[in-house]
């Protein structure tokens, strides 16, 4: 089956400018991720959603950051007034279940350039 | 505070050794671990993945080596491509944990 898809793959955008990310997971997938790579860095995490559980936003860098995910199913992760700090790579990934009972599966995720 | 880290940045084989990615991990409480690619301007790809009450697990040319005495996990390729020239990351987390902790990655380069 198709496995997560985000758009855009490339956003290039003007500081203080809202921005607005999308992720699709995988069908049945229960729970979501997203993460923020920025160049030659590992993985950082940003926010986490299970079914229709409170989601963990302990990764949030700032309130300038928010996520949601509607029915379930789509997610969108906005920056508000964006910094150039805020370039990176965005990841999200999809599980079936949990982190700690299955394999999260990426998409190809978006490249955030700020000018 | 808790890590996952890597001991080579970069690690370069020619074509048709093995290869060895060692990974270290500081939080013992971890029970799960997982092995990713990553090729340049793709998101992470699942490799292999192993839970804490094994210590080696293989797939096809890849094999994992869990050494929880030292947490210490290492990624084995056996037979090395050019295809396999990515990075290559380790994540592991915890029961109660809601994140994988990741790595900061080993390049790995493939010479013919």
């Known amino acids: 089956g198709a496995g997560v898809s985000q758009s855009p793959s490339n956003k290039v955008t003007e500081k203080g400018k809202d921005v607005e990310l999308r992720c699709d997971p995988i069908?049945?997938?229960?729970?979501l991720y997203w993460y923020r790579q920025s160049l030659g860095q590992g993985l950082e995490f940003l926010i986490y959603?299970?079914?229709?559980?409170?989601?963990?936003k302990s990764g949030l860098p700032s309130d300038r950051f928010s996520a949601e995910r509607t029915g379930g199913s789509v997610s969108t992760l906005t920056i508000q007034r964006t910094q150039q700090e805020d370039s990176a790579v965005y990841l999200c990934?999809?599980?079936?279940?949990?982190?700690?009972?299955?394999?999260?599966?990426f998409g190809p995720g978006t490249r955030l350039t700020v000018l | 505070g808790e890590s996952v880290g890597l001991h080579l940045p970069t690690l370069s084989v020619q074509e048709g050794d093995n290869s060895i990615i060692n990974c270290a991990y500081s939080?013992?409480?971890?029970?799960?671990f997982i092995w990713y690619k990553q090729e340049s301007g793709k998101g992470p790809q699942f490799i292999i993945d192993?839970?804490?009450?094994?210590d080696k697990r293989q797939g096809q040319r890849v094999t994992v080596l869990l050494n929880k005495t030292v947490k210490h996990l290492s990624l084995q390729i056996a037979a090395t491509q050019p295809g396999d020239s990515a990075v290559y990351f380790c994540?592991?987390?915890?029961?109660?944990?809601?994140?994988?902790?990741f790595g900061t990655g080993t390049r790995l380069q493939v010479t013919l």
């Open positions: 959603f299970q079914g229709n559980s409170a989601p963990d």
């Open positions: 939080n013992s409480a971890s029970d799960y």
């Open positions: 069908s049945g997938h229960t729970a």
């Open positions: 994540a592991e987390i915890g029961p109660t944990a809601s994140k994988l902790t």
């Open positions: 990934a999809s599980s079936l279940i949990g982190p700690n009972t299955d394999t999260q599966y």
């Open positions: 192993i839970r804490s009450n094994m």
